[in-house]
């Protein structure tokens, strides 16, 4: 069966050696942009095999879907599905790259393995599409789909940046520099320190991101990262009311002396070398006690950075604009700080709402894992 609008010429028979071999619905948008490529990939190259299944017109194709994805240990199976080169490819989207996916899937020999694409519908007839890779915020939903990766990375990176941990070191730092009254060296002193963080939680993020290429796609992983994501989002509510106590992801109060005496040092350093060796030492010591604090974005994040099926340059370029706009609000708070001198410090009552946004956003990631393959 073939839809309206696709090249007759595209078969529907079984045949296994076809080039590609898609399974398909109607009513389903994802489908319809499908056979558009699939239609456009055939008059650039006339001898490829192509074939389209309608799954719902023909049970014999559904079952055979189902075949290919129990055999690869898929037991929700959406639509649209691609076999290529033994591959089997979930969904489809061009913004998140699935053409290209399936082009090196045509000239690269692979073992079987299932790629994972945003885009796809579930199986149950005509139904309306829901789009992979998705959060619900304040009744707002941040889409692949709608926004594109870049500017989903944009807005996930700044959402990460409202953290309370590391937004109370940084405004505690400019807040003792500034009793100094010297532009130039708080500058160069929290603008170091901001740097350095920034390059630490980069290392740190393509640290989560080289995990998941090592571990593969696998709906264990994602269970395990959304299990911790609901955690840490429960904790950080809860710290919404009932603010320091019991377990809290926040600066251990036992790390808080440290923090206070290194700064001290670097208040009283005979020269600026020294200081920003010692806003350097503190950036990176800051990062390893706000670990807990601070990983479950970047966790989050590179699992479902990792679901694109990238290249090399694309996946660090992607954390590199995560990070840009992870440290966009510490450069904003650098330069009010800098301009007004301010000592202002960050207070309990703020602390409380970003620990409110942090929560609701990790917890809203981490049940739409848990429940979109469920």
């Known amino acids: 069966m073939t839809f309206a609008g696709t090249i007759p010429s595209l078969p529907t028979r079984t045949d296994e050696s076809a080039d590609i071999e898609a399974f398909v619905q109607q009513g389903c948008p994802h489908c319809a942009e499908a056979e558009a ?12 095999s192509i074939i389209i299944h309608d799954i719902i017109q023909d049970p014999a194709a559904l079952e055979r879907l189902q075949l290919l994805a129990k055999n690869q240990g ?20 061009k913004e998140a790259g699935t053409d290209q996916l399936i082009r090196n899937a045509l000239t ?8 994972d694409s945003s885009g796809s519908c579930e199986i149950k007839g005509a139904l309306p599409c829901e789009a992979a890779q998705d959060i619900v915020f304040f009744g707002h939903r941040l889409s692949l789909d709608e926004l594109g990766l870049p500017l989903f990375t944009l807005a996930i990176g700044l959402l990460d940046g409202f953290n309370p941990c590391s937004m109370w070191v940084l405004m505690l730092m400019i807040s003792l520099l500034a009793s100094m009254q010297d532009r130039i060296r708080m500058f160069a002193i929290a603008g170091t320190f901001v740097a350095v963080e920034g390059l630490v ?4 993020m393509a640290a989560w991101l080289n995990l998941f290429l090592l571990i593969g796609l696998s709906r264990f992983s994602e269970i395990a990262i959304a299990a911790i994501a609901l955690l840490a989002g429960l904790i950080n509510l809860k710290d919404f009311w009932l603010f320091g106590r019991g377990v809290s992801l926040s600066i251990p109060d036992a790390a808080k002396p440290d923090i206070y005496a290194r700064i001290r040092q670097i208040l009283q350093a005979q020269n600026l070398a020294g200081a920003l ?14 670990f807990m604090c601070t990983s479950g974005f970047p966790a989050l994040y590179t699992r479902i950075l990792t679901l694109k099926q990238l290249d090399s340059i694309s996946y ?5 604009l995560y990070n840009l706009a992870y440290m ?3 450069i904003i708070i650098l330069a009010i700080g800098i301009i007004t001198l301010s000592q202002r410090r960050l207070q309990e009552k703020e602390g409380r709402r970003l620990k409110l946004i942090s929560g609701l956003v990790m917890v809203g990631i981490a049940v739409y894992l848990l429940l979109k393959s469920a």
């Open 277 to 290: 060796i010692g806003a350097v030492l503190l950036a990176i010591l800051v990062q390893i006690v706000e």
């Open 74 to 93: 898929i037991k929700a199976v959406r639509a649209p599905v691609f076999q290529v080169g033994g591959q089997l490819i979930f969904g489809y989207s």
């Open 37 to 48: 490529f699939l239609q456009a990939i055939k008059q650039e190259h006339p001898t490829l």
């Open 316 to 320: 660090y370029g992607y954390l590199l």
């Open 201 to 204: 939680y980069f290392i740190f």
């Open 328 to 330: 966009f609000d510490d």
């Open 108 to 115: 690269q020999v692979h073992t079987p393995k299932i790629q």
